[in-house]
């Protein structure tokens, strides 16, 4: 069985992240997309283990208590957070872990899980392309687009802190290169897989 791994994917809103995942979902084997838990109440269409998982409040604060979330807000009353234990379920299962999340939230997996993680930061060429991909989608109004843009000039300058950089200028592209850092992020070794095969390679001497 192969290891399991860490993919943490950012970018601004529009840079075509979704799609992105889904053209390659055929080419990187078995991974686990991780969604958040909420305690509030599903809306019409969603699905609980597809859009979130929907759990009670108590529920969510015995994994608080537990130290199972790797973040977790409260907003408007309900609580939102990443729990750990899908995610170690498919770590152990050899699943690549694939997080859409924003910058702060890659600071935070790299915190608590650094040496099996790796990162891309996936943007459209420009801030004038990104702009002309809100406006055509024509799901957001004129104040949800600006705020989008703002925290997309925010998010860039977190660039560095990224493993690679895909600029999604073609998606076709895009998605090769992200099948090759999605592929070679399962081979990154643990510290302590690195340490157990030292230990072997010593051994047989």
């Not at 859009?51 to 969510?60: G, I, M, R, T, W």
């Not at 993680?117 to 687009?145: C, Y």
Request: hydrophobic share 40%; proline share 2%; glycine share 8%.
């Amino acid at each position: 069985m192969s290891q399991g791994a860490i993919l943490v994917l950012s970018g601004p809103s529009g840079a075509g992240k979704s799609t992105i995942i889904s053209a390659a979902s055929g080419q990187i084997g078995e991974y686990y997309f991780s969604i958040s838990t909420t305690t509030r109440s599903p809306r019409e269409g969603e699905v609980d283990g597809r859009d979130y998982f929907f759990v009670s409040k108590e529920s969510f604060e015995e994994d608080i208590k537990a130290g199972n979330f790797l973040e977790y807000a409260q907003v408007h009353g309900n609580y939102y957070g990443t729990s750990l234990k899908p995610v170690r379920e498919a770590l152990d299962a050899g699943k690549l872990v694939i997080f859409d999340i924003d910058v702060q939230g890659h600071r935070l997996v790299r915190a608590k899980l650094n040496d099996i993680t790796t990162s891309a930061f996936i943007t459209p060429p420009t801030l004038g392309v990104l702009k002309s991909r809100l406006h055509a989608r024509e799901t957001d109004d004129a104040s949800v687009i600006a705020k989008r843009i703002e925290n997309a000039k925010g998010e860039i300058m977190a660039l560095g802190e990224y493993d690679f950089t895909i600029i999604n200028d073609s998606v076709e592209e895009a998605t090769r290169r992200f099948v090759i850092i999605a592929n070679a992020a399962r081979l990154k070794q643990s510290h302590a897989l690195q340490e157990e095969f030292v230990k072997q390679w010593l051994a047989l001497d």
